[in-house]
């Protein structure tokens, strides 16, 4: 028995009364099972979600997702409090993450929430409950 599964023999013990060396396989067995759920590459998940782990990009993608439609960086900057530059930093990070789509037209650039921007912020604010 390896020192990695000497916690589990205890659990089974503890739930079942008992435990072998089939018990704990068993239950690795179904452990490993969990694993196909889990991405191989969860490297852009991470990415989104550590990008709207920012109050300025958080911000910036709750106000595309309210407008429902493509905001110019002019209508951004005077809504978010913070510099155009920090402003510029953040949606390209949101870009980068693909939270966002820009578009260029001329000297205008605008920005619109992506689909899996929405459904991230859909799925925070079903999960937050009463404490609103």
Do not use: F
């Not at 028995?1 to 008992?18: A, D, P, V, W």
């Not at 106000?63 to 510029?88: F, T």
């Amino acid at each position: 028995m390896s020192s990695q599964t000497k916690r589990l023999e205890r659990l089974i013990t503890e739930e079942r009364g008992g435990c072998c060396e089939a018990d704990i396989e068993e239950r690795l067995n179904s452990l490993r099972s969990y694993q196909s759920e889990t991405p191989t590459n969860p490297e852009s998940d991470l990415s989104a979600l550590k990008t709207l782990g920012n109050d300025t990009r958080y911000t910036i993608v709750r106000l595309l997702k309210a407008a429902d439609r493509e905001l110019c960086v002019c209508e951004i900057n005077p809504i978010v409090d913070v510099s155009d530059s920090a402003i510029s930093h953040a949606l390209s990070d949101l870009y980068d993450a693909g939270l966002v789509t820009r578009r260029k037209d001329g000297t205008w650039r605008y920005y619109e929430a992506t689909d899996r921007a929405e459904a991230l912020l859909r799925a925070l604010d079903a999960t937050r409950g009463a404490d609103r």
